[in-house]
């Protein structure tokens, strides 16, 4: 079987970019991943992004980066999957690299959500959702998160500040992820004390919108410099699934079916259980996100995945460690750059470079993004491979 190796990483920080374009943000990270993996040269580029056209004005985002990172001629499209974009385009490029077609495929995740604010942002936000049936009667994206969170905590008689867990993980995460927006720990008492956005959700509970941009270069072993000193990290399973795009068409609101669907596949893929999997990145852009994942994966019972917050067992030193780098809530949720930086931080830790986050004696990884409240799933499943 080929295997798809991921040769190069680069990143930027991810914050309020202000001073920076959306092609500066991405050109930094394709330079850093095409030096990370030794110089080699990329014949197709696949971009994840949602909401370039609508908030930064920009469409035509291969051939925009394709140009300005000095790749003129390449193959090069957008990918575009609401919050899922990311793991989208990686998954593109897996298959471009796994099929033979490419040899070396370059994905960028990037986005720039704090260009515009207020109204204008969330209307953004809104046209991931149903448009005719959700959209236009004023639902947004933390409505609908708060919906859900309601009918869970009715459902699973959760208390008020059951939740808190998945907020407190991350922050603890992201104090030692230096790329990170937010790198300061929280207290379960300062969870309590948050401003409430759309009641049961409050100011923790919700992912701060972020500036950024990753990049990761894809190939074969085969085709690896000789001098390729990094440990070797290959994608061994990847999919993708939809459901349905309005919550009210589903038969069951508390199941991410997608995510069942696409977990299965990849853990397929990668000839694994879920017992082997060493830590979960999931998409905590709303905690009820992070408790639904953990269910819908298989890693916590139906109802459950709350406690597994509380009881302290998604820390670095936990039985399965979740948002190892501080996930999106203490990361920034870069839209979709998500999952590509969700990638580039996994593979860190695959290879021994997490620094103050490092997780010992871990071979698998499991990474999920989700397009709203995950009407698309795309599950990828990582692989310590050892020196080259």
């Known amino acids: 079987m080929t295997e798809v190796i991921i040769a190069g990483i680069g990143q930027t920080a991810i914050n309020e ?4 374009s959306l092609r500066q943000l991405g050109v930094a990270a394709i330079r850093a991943a095409i030096a990370d993996s030794g110089g080699l ?27 300005f990172a000095g790749l003129r001629g390449i193959e090069a499209a957008t990918v575009e999957a ?26 960028v995740g990037l986005e720039k959500m704090t260009d515009v604010v207020g109204s204008e942002n969330e209307l953004a936000l809104a046209t991931t959702s149903d448009s005719d049936f959700e959209a236009v009667q004023g639902l947004t994206a933390a409505g609908q998160a708060a919906l859900l969170m309601r009918r869970y ?6 208390p008020a500040d059951g939740l808190a867990g998945f907020a407190v993980a991350a922050h603890a995460h992201g104090a ?33 919108s972020a500036d950024g941009a990753a990049a990761l270069i894809l190939t074969r072993r085969e085709l690896l410099p000789k001098d390729f000193s990094h440990p070797l990290v290959a994608i061994a399973g990847s999919a993708i ?51 639904l994942s953990l269910e819908s994966t298989g890693f916590a019972p139906r109802g459950q995945g709350w406690k597994m917050a509380a009881d302290g067992a998604l820390g670095l030193k936990g039985k399965l460690p979740c948002a190892t780098m501080g996930g999106l809530k203490a990361g920034g949720n870069s839209g979709g750059a998500a999952g590509v930086v969700q990638a580039v931080e996994a593979a860190r830790q695959l290879r021994g470079s997490a620094g103050a986050n490092q997780l010992s004696g871990i071979r698998y990884g499991m990474i999920q993004s989700l397009g709203g409240p995950a009407s698309t799933a795309v599950t990828h499943i990582l692989k310590k491979m050892g020196q080259l």
């Open 176 to 208: 030692g992820n230096p790329q990170a927006m937010f790198q300061k720990a929280i207290k379960p008492e300062t969870y309590s004390k948050a401003e409430m956005v759309s009641d049961p959700l409050n100011m923790f509970d919700i992912a701060p």
């Open 82 to 107: 609401a919050g899922a974009s990311g793991g989208a385009a990686l998954r593109q490029g897996y298959l471009a690299v796994k099929s033979g077609m490419v040899d070396v495929a370059l994905v």
């Open 17 to 20: 970019h202000w001073d920076k």
């Open 41 to 67: 040269k990329p014949q197709a580029l696949f971009v994840g992004n949602m909401f370039a056209p609508n908030l930064s004005r920009q469409a035509h985002l291969g051939g925009l980066l394709a140009d």
């Open 241 to 291: 699934s939809t459901d349905m795009l309005a919550l009210h068409d589903r038969h069951d609101l508390l199941t991410f079916e997608s995510v069942q669907i696409s977990t299965a596949k990849a853990l397929r893929q990668a000839e694994i259980t879920l017992e082997q999997v060493g830590f979960f990145e999931y998409h905590d852009a709303f905690s009820i996100f992070a408790a």
């Open 153 to 158: 905590m009715y459902e699973y008689h959760v």
